[in-house]
């Protein structure tokens, strides 16, 4: 499931880079910097929380 999620943020940045998304604070091809912040921050937190 990580695997996926990484891959669908790595599209998601790529098409932001192409054509911004128009969202609050992604307005500007030099946003794409917040959506990896995002993901290091979820990956964070799944690392925290997942048993082992």
């Known amino acids: 499931?990580?695997?996926?999620f990484s891959a669908l943020l790595f599209l998601l940045m790529?098409?932001?880079?192409?054509?911004?998304?128009g969202l609050p604070g992604l307005r500007k091809r030099g946003d794409f910097w917040k959506i990896?912040?995002?993901?290091?921050?979820v990956f964070g937190v799944t690392a925290l929380i997942r048993p082992e």
């Open 1 to 4: 499931m990580t695997k996926l």
């Open 14 to 21: 790529l098409f932001h880079l192409v054509r911004p998304l």
């Open 36 to 41: 990896a912040l995002f993901a290091l921050f």
